[in-house]
């Protein structure tokens, strides 16, 4: 089950409408051995594309360098589809490498209707991906981890 704090939730479809028709992807990091997502990180796409996501290696190596600084991994690795439900495809499942990471997809295709909508009406799902098999898991979305604890944000250019 992905247990996901309100803020990073509205911070992560937020970011897939922003970007939309484009796909939009980032990741959200934590502590190493809590499977708590606690650092929303929105990334640039670098393919630019409605059909496709990729992330720049430049921002990836600072990410995966500033993360094994604080001692965090990788807890989630979210992207958005424009035009087909929020399932992983056959290249997000090849992409798929980091076997703890909760991959998160939101889908925008019906992002004019959802303008104005609750985002418990967007399309939010949750999976794990190993060695090619994917696995539909639980979101449970909690107003805070702590009482007072805020996620941060790191946007890198």
């Known amino acids: 089950m992905l247990r996901i704090d309100r803020a990073t939730y509205d911070a992560i479809?937020?970011?897939?409408?922003?970007?939309?028709?484009?796909?939009?992807?980032?990741?959200?990091?934590g502590p190493e051995g809590s499977d708590r997502p606690e650092r929303?990180?929105?990334m640039?796409?670098?393919?630019?594309?409605p059909t496709f996501y990729e992330f720049d290696s430049g921002d990836l190596l600072k990410l995966y360098r500033d993360m094994d600084d604080r001692d965090e991994?990788?807890?989630?690795i979210y992207h958005s589809h424009t035009a087909t439900e929020a399932y992983p495809s056959r290249t997000d499942i090849s992409y798929a490498s980091e076997p703890e990471a909760h991959y998160?997809?939101?889908?925008?295709?019906h992002h004019e209707q959802q303008t104005?909508?609750?985002?418990?009406?967007?399309?939010?799902?949750?999976?794990?991906i190993l060695d090619g098999e994917v696995r539909e898991e639980e979101v449970e979305i909690v107003e805070s981890y702590l009482?007072?604890?805020?996620?941060?944000?790191?946007?890198?250019d």
């Open 104 to 109: 998160v997809l939101v889908s925008t295709r």
């Open 40 to 42: 929303f990180i929105p």
């Open 116 to 128: 104005g909508l609750v985002d418990d009406e967007v399309e939010f799902r949750s999976f794990r």
């Open 44 to 49: 640039l796409n670098a393919a630019r594309s």
């Open 73 to 76: 991994v990788p807890v989630v």
């Open 147 to 156: 009482f007072g604890h805020t996620p941060t944000t790191v946007v890198y």
């Open 13 to 29: 479809v937020a970011h897939a409408r922003e970007d939309h028709p484009d796909e939009a992807c980032g990741v959200v990091a």
